[in-house]
């Protein structure tokens, strides 16, 4: 079988779910509401796998599902030289997200990342320690503000509720997906105007290891043309 991972849960389930069927491939949750078993129809030899999507990367990387979907900063984040372990099969054109950096807006004099460089060195003087961003996205958020020259920071681990760390005073900063922005307003927080790490969007990705069946093949080329990709 070839396997095809996607999101167990939420908004991308029910587009992935969607998007599939606009195309005559059938996916669906099979069993209960709460048991986690799929079922595909309209084509032969696709077996549906449904998966945390920030699993999703890992399970590709390592071949244990074949295709999958899930959001491009999952797979830019979880996966090291993420364009050697995976390859893009469509972009799906739904679960937009901008990953951004953001900061209180009560600071007026920080609007980029060359004011965030200075407020940090400042921050560092006055308090004795680094600024610190709130953060779960941390490979991203490193190899951007290393690209911009920002270096004098510290990355707090934060898996949820990251808009509400700089009103907890645990940390001055956050990077995290923005979508409708209410989240960062409501919680006083203000995007660098060159604060966009990167534009997310749902995203079907294939393994790039080769160890695939002729069955495997065959199927993903059937697979290719019902989809349009
Ligand atoms: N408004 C939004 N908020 C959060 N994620 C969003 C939003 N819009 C799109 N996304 C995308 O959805 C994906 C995250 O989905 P989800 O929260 O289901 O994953 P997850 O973190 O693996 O969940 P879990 O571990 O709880 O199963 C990311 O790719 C993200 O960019
Ligand atoms: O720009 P907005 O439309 O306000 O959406 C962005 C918010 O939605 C997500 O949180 P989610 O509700 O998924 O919970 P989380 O904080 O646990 O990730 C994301 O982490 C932001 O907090």
Known sequence: MLKLGVPSKGRLME????????RGVTLRKSGS?????GAVDGIDGVELVLLSAGEIPRELAAGRIQMGVTGSDLVREKLV????????VALMGFGGADLIIAVPQAWVDVDTLDDLDAAAAAFRAVHGHRLRIATKYHRLVREF??????ADYALIDSQGATEGTVKNETAEAIADITSTGETLRANGLKILSDGMIHASQATLFRTSRRDWTMQQRATFKTLEQLLGT
């Open 81 to 88: 030289n993420w364009e050697k372990s995976v390859r893009e």
């Open 145 to 150: 503000l290393k690209q911009a020259g920002v």
């Open 15 to 22: 587009k992935t779910f969607q998007w599939f069927g606009q």
């Open 33 to 37: 509401d709460r048991e986690y078993a």
